[in-house]
């Protein structure tokens, strides 16, 4: 299959660098020039790619920030071709997809993904062709949908070795990262904006280093991510506050059978992850 990635930085690179291990012919484009010639010399596109490479692509990819692929989409519009896929690797989707759906011919076939792993350091110099590898895999349909592009996307997931692959719509989708990703970020920044002194690096264990780990965060895709998806992030810190107030008081009421009750119920909840 012919892809052509946009966007060359962690996730962009990545998937280059592993599609094109596994033969698939990779084209990619970025703005950078210094990216694209640090691409193109490491072997992860062709070495012919340019802008104009996309239109010898099977599956067109953004891997950009939200409002860049909205932009990306919307200038290019009248290039795609009904025998093509667009999709896109963004942290949200709702409203994304509803303006993407707005701004493209009604012959275009659009289906959305996202990829669930990453690390803290963005550009194509952390990339890592085994990121996705074993991780949770989602795809997120919308109303330009088609059976080729469920084929293309499944073969883009296979090639790339991720584990689960689960389908769902945008809403649902925004629901569940809104808690299992940008909650979690919230938490690990919060913790961080909430140390007591200055000199607490000098104590911290494992587990202080695990929960706060993503607090090494790209601030401004993040921010971007948080203001998109609002609403549902405000609902899962709202769930969140009340499981800490729950745990919180039974501290303060000395309720060691009630603490340790919330202790093993999330234990067990915790395990099934495993």
């Not at 990121?131 to 330009?144: A, P, Y």
């Not at 280093?209 to 203001?227: G, K, P």
Request: glycine share 4%; hydrophobic share 40%; net charge negative.
């Amino acid at each position: 299959m012919n892809v052509f990635i946009v966007g060359l930085g962690l996730i962009g690179a990545s998937y280059a660098e592993k599609l094109s291990q596994a033969n698939f012919t990779v084209y990619g484009y970025d703005r950078d020039e210094q990216v694209m010639q640090k691409a193109k010399e490491n072997h992860i596109i062709d070495a012919s790619s340019t802008l104009d490479s996309m239109e010898d692509a099977e599956l067109i990819i953004a891997a950009l920030y939200p409002k860049a692929t909205l932009a990306f989409f919307k200038a290019h519009a009248l290039r795609f071709t009904p025998n093509q896929t667009l999709s896109d690797v963004s942290g949200i989707k709702t409203e994304l997809l509803e303006a993407i759906d707005a701004c493209l011919p009604s012959s275009i076939g659009y289906l959305s993904h996202h990829p669930m792993a990453g690390k803290e350091h963005p550009g194509i110099d952390a990339r890592d062709s085994n990121l996705f590898k074993g991780m949770n895999f989602l795809i997120v349909e919308g109303k330009r949908s088609r059976e080729v592009d469920y084929k293309r996307i499944q073969l883009l997931a296979r090639a790339l070795e991720v584990g689960t692959i689960s389908t769902m719509n945008a809403y649902e989708h925004d629901t569940r990262i809104a808690f299992t990703s940008q909650l979690t970020h919230v938490l690990a920044a919060s913790l961080m904006h909430s140390e007591p002194a200055l000199d607490t690096k000098t104590s911290t264990g494992d587990s202080f280093r695990d929960l706060t780990r993503i607090a090494n965060i790209n601030a401004v895709l993040w921010s971007e991510l948080f203001i998109d998806n609002a609403k549902s992030l405000n609902k899962a810190i709202e769930r969140f506050e009340k499981a800490l107030k729950t745990l919180k008081d039974a501290i303060n009421d000395n309720e060691k059978d009630t603490l340790e009750r919330l202790l093993n119920e999330a234990k067990v909840r915790r395990q099934a992850y495993d």
